[in-house]
């Protein structure tokens, strides 16, 4: 064998074995719901709300891309082919904040509409609408 094929067939191993290195890392399934990370921020959804409508930048330095237990009323629920989406809204507010969960975190059997939850999840913004993704009912 001469030594430009030993060149190309191990030229060949490395890069197969970087492209598989690359798509494990690449669609490497993340965590579904943050059930199991430490909570940096309990607060109340009228609050939390409030705190995006008066000043977004500060909120935003507050609360963007941690985990937060928020406490609220729920307003409604929808499911897609995703998961489910929870809308904590208090009676008279315009606007909400938005939690969504994916199949496997989700429990009909502890939310309805107009009961009182808990939900763990990571703040990803504000329109209109406090955006919580990851979530999870509980603690």
């Known amino acids: 064998m001469s030594k430009r094929i030993r060149f190309i067939l191990v030229f060949l191993i490395v890069a197969l074995i970087a492209a598989v290195a690359a798509w494990k890392y690449t ?5 579904s719901n943050v059930a199991s990370h430490k909570t940096e921020v309990t ?5 939390l709300l409030q705190a995006f409508e008066i000043n977004e930048d500060s909120a935003n330095m507050k609360y963007l ?23 904590l809204k208090e009676e008279d507010a315009i606007s909400g904040i938005v939690c969504s969960f994916d ?14 939850i808990n939900v763990k999840g990571i703040c990803t913004g504000y ?13």
Do not use: H, R
């Open 27 to 31: 669609f490497k399934k993340s965590e």
């Open 127 to 139: 329109l209109m609408d406090v955006i919580m993704n990851k979530c999870y009912i509980g603690d």
């Open 103 to 116: 199949n496997a975190s989700f429990d009909s059997a502890l939310v309805k509409p107009g009961s009182q």
């Open 65 to 87: 891309d941690k985990v937060i237990l928020v406490s609220g009323t729920v307003g409604s629920i929808s499911k897609d082919s995703l998961g489910y989406t929870v809308y």
């Open 43 to 47: 607060i109340d959804a009228p609050e």
